[in-house]
């Protein structure tokens, strides 16, 4: 971002700080969550049944269309040309030969493209999208290595995948900044992130670092990640009777509908995107050229267009996340109490983006100690744009961190798990606010009793089994409680006893439309198949990130807010006649088809009575809920408590990672079912994050050279054991539900877990993420 | 020049470039084959073809005249699944969804290469007739088949399910 935006940031970002401050004092009760959502109290309905996915047997039945999947009528195909200098100017450009080229319809390039507005880019507005504030093939200039250069569009996917080889340019290449020493160089900003600062202090940590009697003091590195969802990202796009109709996979469709709109200078209602089901995310499937570079490609040639990036093409146009280099100093007196946390350090992004890969995250709300200094420098390179990646700095913010941890544990001959509890703040460290809900204690007792932690040898390298050095190794995983404004929901109801919710919200594969079909079931009293989940379409109400692990608290509230609606307007239907009359909307609650007086449940009409009554067919309402103000008056976040077992090859260095356990502190676990796979997930993404993934990105070139599923390793089955999960289940008074989300918690912890059972296992500290073999040969 | 499909009999494409894959896909509109890399990394694109597993990403179409494809279509459908893709659901063996066709059929394909005697990497004796089954036979043998949601705690379970001997 510019000066400009910068300092608009800060003026922001002051305004939230007065606000945050009343917010802070006001009492509970004005707060989001003040009163307790009354589906916690609810034990023994769908809320914490494991209950199987709704939409399982289209999925394995290969039945769930995906975005590549929608069959159109006269539908073509395009590929792109991706430039290969990192910045600069396009000075020829022949496309004449691919023009020729059999099948192909039209060659799109800035030259011919339609003239469109950059995108806003996301957290710039509310509804901004754009991983990037760049335009989009409307000039000569290139910005990153990889950046567009061309879109073939043919009949088929084979003769646009040839023309594309024909595609002619030559450039006129600019000095430009690629590697991080040079960026360095150049100086560095303290990074903005959401409109604050990346940087706090409490007392001077400095001075207590040097006083203390016992300090760790080190340099950590994590590289660049991919998302790497299986699915590739793809569209098929069309524009009908002026409607930009998009099958896009997606985690922000209404984002995405409005932004296109800004681009494409139409009516933001003349933008429709749907998709159904994400053949994963983990914060990649957000808006970047592709989908613009197909709705416009579609507009040039008057047919519909199905644009499929190569695995390449995903690197070349999708951010991954940044790379980090931190450094943690911890300071504790001699009975393991924390004096001082230093973590601080520098990640690159580029100058049109928002998104500095916020590694400090986790150590705002983690350890009490009277001193913290926190800071992200900032640096800027010429490259395509980093953007979020599943839990975008706790995941290797955690790593530093809780190595550092280790590492004093370590150094005071102190039980690791007993020096993070000895350390348990009282309230929020770096702001003071009350914990909403914090049982980490719990979930780390739990999880050592299940782990068999007791057994552990603290003396490093002492336990073998034949050429196998074994290792354990835990850390604290940690992610917050987010709500992001936005959120919007409807509920209709008939007479038969059906209800409908929509919102604009995603299914990825977390279980979204599984769990909150649950949770509106309950809410209204209603079985599961009285109930239709309708989400992933841009037009339904609603703007709502899948991201941030915020998905289920936005439509929680959303729910919330329109079935209180609901009932007022039950309620006013219900009339006098009715056993619930005189009664107010906070009295009441749905059960068995019906409302009923929340502590008096004699006092009870159906549904079908009530309407029928009035003579009403359905009633459908819809509402918003209140500004997420909790996040603002307690300090909100989940918690686990992450174990490891390693095997390392002695001779070869090779690290098998033989059990882990993941013990969690999330607030309300709806659906257990989805919710163990989410945190497996997590965990085997965290598996990855230590011991193979590395986006590999030439400091020369600017080029990312491993742009591939062969050459970018993720954890495959053989690398995966049995990865148990256990969690407290004690629900947030404060949460929706009583639930925090649990999409990102998972990742993190995990790599310092690893990290500290290989140190264990061998007696070596890996500080620089992957763990591959090389480093402990 | 035809291909059989799930039992239906299909012309293959005049254009050889084009793959097994985006014959499937583009044009008999069988899009439950799914593509995550095209280029044989990821495994999303098995489908059986004779009963033997096989990348339809790297198999050209024409090759294939005269052979007998079975997709994940032809295993099974939503209304009447196949007992491994309800197994799949019953153990959580996916999240998005998007691997999941591709693993399902390459369990199918591996199951018959341990019945076969087809040693793996992990098979303590590779001269045995009969391989026996465990766990990481079974991941050893599926490492082919990414999943990036992270449920191959829950596949592996699946397939579990059609091989009692793997069950410990």
Known sequence: MSIIEDTKQLVQGAVMAGMSKAIALAPDRWIPGGTPDPLISHRHGHIGRPTTRIDGPLKVAGAAPFAAEFPMEGMVYAALANSTIAKGRIVELDTRTAEEAPGVIAVMTHRNAPRLSPPPAFMSSPKAAGGDSLPVMQDASIHWNGEPVAVVIAQTQEQANHARSLVRVTYEAEPAITSLGAAKARGSRTAMFMGQPLHDEVGDADAALAASAVNVDASYSTPRHNHNAIELHGVTVAWQDGVLRIHDASQLVAHEAW?????????????????????????????WQHQVLAAAA?????????????????????????????????????????????HEGVTPKTAFNAMPEPFILPTRSAYASETIKLDVQAVELDMLSNTFMRAPGESVGTFALESALDELAHKLDMDPIELRIRNEPEKDPTNGLPFSSRHIVEAWRAGAERFGWSARKPASGTVRDGEWLVGMGCATATYPYYRMPGGAARITLTREGHATVDIAAHEMGMGTATTHTMVAAERLGLPLEAVTFNYGDSTLPGVVLAGGSQQTASIGASVIAAHRALVKELLKLAGNDSPLAGLKPDEVGGTDCGLCKLDDPALYESYASILGRAQRVSVCVEASPSAPMEIMHWSMHSHGAMFCEVRVHAVTGEVRVSRFLGSFDCGRILNPKTAGSQFRGGIIMGLGLALMEETRFDERSGRIVNPSLSEYHVPVHMDVPEIDVIWTDIPDPHAPMGARGIGEIGITGTA?????????????????????????M | MTISVNGVEAMLPSDPRVSLLDLLREQLGLSGTKKGCDQGACGACTVLVDGERILSCLALAVQYDGRSVTTIEGLGTAECPHPL??????????????????QICSAMGMIEEVRRGTPSHVTSDITAEVIPFSRDEVRERMSGNLCRCGAHNGIVDAIATLLPEAAE
């Open chain 1, 259 to 287: 932004t296109l709109a800004q681009m494409f200078g139409i009516d933001e209602d003349k933008v429709v995107v749907t998709s159904p089901f994400v053949g994963g995310g983990f914060g990649g499937k957000c808006l």
């Open chain 1, 298 to 342: 579609s507009r040039m040639v008057g047919r519909p267009v199905r644009l499929v990036l190569s695995r390449e093409d995903v690197y070349r146009l999708v951010g991954g996340r940044s790379n980090t280099e931190q450094r943690v100093a911890l300071g504790a007196d001699p009975d393991g109490r924390i004096k001082a946390i230093i």
């Open chain 1, 752 to 776: 310092a877990a690893v990290a500290n059972a290989v140190f264990n296992a061998t007696g070596k500290r890996v500080r620089d993420l992957p763990i591959t073999l090389d480093k402990l």
């Open chain 2, 85 to 102: 893709q309800s197994a799949f659901i019953a153990h959580d063996g996916f999240q998005c969804g998007y691997c999941t066709p591709g």
